[in-house]
C-alpha cells in the first residue's frame, strides 16, 4: 500500500510522529499452498520521531570497498560544511582515532549514498584503516554538521558505533596494583578562587598520604578520556583514586561510576 496515496508526504516520507494503524478483514487472502483464507487481523507502524538528526548504531565496516557506510535518523544535507566527525576505537587500549577532526565538507564524506540516492545514508572513505582487533569503532559528529531536509533543524552532537569484533578486555592488567588517580583541574568543582585553591590544597595532601604510604598510582588529568574509558568497560584499572570529584560528576559519569564498582573496581574518593 503506497501510503503517500492516503496521507500527505513530505516527499516521499511520512511526517514525523505519525501512527498507523491498518485493519485487515477476513478472507482477503489465501495461504499459499492450503488456500486457507486468512483471519481477521491488524498491524501497526509508526513514522520516524519528530526531532533533530542523530547518528544511528550500529554502523557496517566495510569488507573491500573502503567505505564506511552511516546512517542518519533521517535524510539530511550538510549544515556547517567546516563542522568535525571523528573516527576513534571505542574500547581498545589506547582509544587512539584514526581519522580525526575530518570536516564534514571535505572530499572524504559523500552524502546520499543510500539506495535511490537516500540522503540518510552516507559514506566515509576509510581508505586502509584497520579495523581494531577487539571492540568498536566510533564514528563522532559536532553539533550543527548536517541539517534535517524535512524541517532544517541542525543534528546535535551524537555518535554511532560498529558492533564489537571480539570483546576487549574489561582489567588493564598491565596497570597490576597501580590505581588511577583523578588529577588537576578538570576533576577539580569549584569556580571560587579560593574555594578552587583549597581544593588544589586537598589533592596535594591526598598525594603526599599516597606516597607516605607507598601506594603506586598513575595520574589521569584528562576528564574526557576518563569518562570514555569508563563507560568503554574495557581495560579499566582496579581502583581509582579521587581526591575531589563533586560537582564534576555528569548523569553519565555517576553511572558510569556505578558500572565500574559492580564489575569490581574499587573506587577511593576522600571526604572533608
Known sequence: VDLCAHYECEGRRLPCDMQVYAKFPAGIAFRQHTKEPN?????????????PPYLMSPLK???ESGQLQIKWSQPVSIGNAKGKINLCYADTLHMKCPIKNEIIGGA????????????????????????PSCGRLRIEAEAGVVVSLDDSQANLASHAETSAT???STWDDSLGSTCLLLWGSQFRTSQNTQENNE????QLHFQADLDRLHIPYKKETDAVVFSKRLQSKS???????APTLGGAI????????FSYVRLGGQLYVAGD
Open 39 to 51: 483471519l481477521e487481523g491488524s498491524a501497526q507502524t509508526a513514522s520516524r520521531e519528530c526531532g
Open 61 to 63: 565496516w566495510p569488507l
Open 108 to 131: 572524504r564524506v559523500k552524502p546520499c549514498t543510500g539506495p535511490d540516492g537516500d540522503c540518510a545514508v552516507w559514506s566515509i572513505d576509510v581508505g586502509d584503516t584497520e579495523r
Open 166 to 168: 571480539t570483546k576487549c
Open 199 to 202: 581544593e588544589v590544597q586537598r
Open 235 to 241: 581495560f579499566l584499572p582496579r581502583c581509582i583514586l
Open 250 to 257: 555528569d548523569d553519565n559519569l555517576a553511572k558510569a561510576f
